[in-house]
């Protein structure tokens, strides 16, 4: 069955790094846009960074160059290589795919599919 799975959160202070990866299974993953939202408690789900199928990527304003987001197509995997962390970032942070029908859009209510991987910077 189609499965994103999440890894690689944890406790850093401020200025740290940290590298998530998400493994997908039940579809291929190079012909789906992938990427990471991220939700802090009392606040909507934010779409982070996406990667397309051709490549092109997107990252929000607030992580625009300490964050990389990069695949893997025989691995099944993304990555979101984050770098120079900062409070405002910590969140649990859910890995996204096409099938979940998102559109990508900025906000959502809430991330309701998964169970993320959590972020916490002090």
């Known amino acids: 069955h189609v499965q994103l799975v999440e890894s690689g959160g944890g406790s850093v202070q401020a200025g740290g790094n940290l590298r998530l990866s998400c493994t997908a299974s039940g579809f291929t993953v190079d012909d789906s846009t992938m990427g990471w939202y991220r939700e802090a408690p009392g606040n909507e789900c934010e779409l982070v960074s996406f990667i397309s199928s051709d490549g092109s990527t997107y990252y929000t304003d607030s992580v625009k160059g300490r964050f990389t987001i990069s695949q893997d197509n025989v691995k099944s995997a993304v990555y979101l290589q984050m770098n120079s962390l900062k409070p405002e970032d910590t969140a649990l942070y859910y890995c996204?795919?096409?099938?979940?029908?998102?559109?990508?859009?900025?906000?959502?209510?809430?991330?309701?599919w998964g169970q993320g991987t959590q972020v916490t910077v002090s």
């Open positions: 996204a795919a096409d099938y979940l029908a998102l559109e990508w859009v900025e906000y959502i209510s809430s991330c309701y």
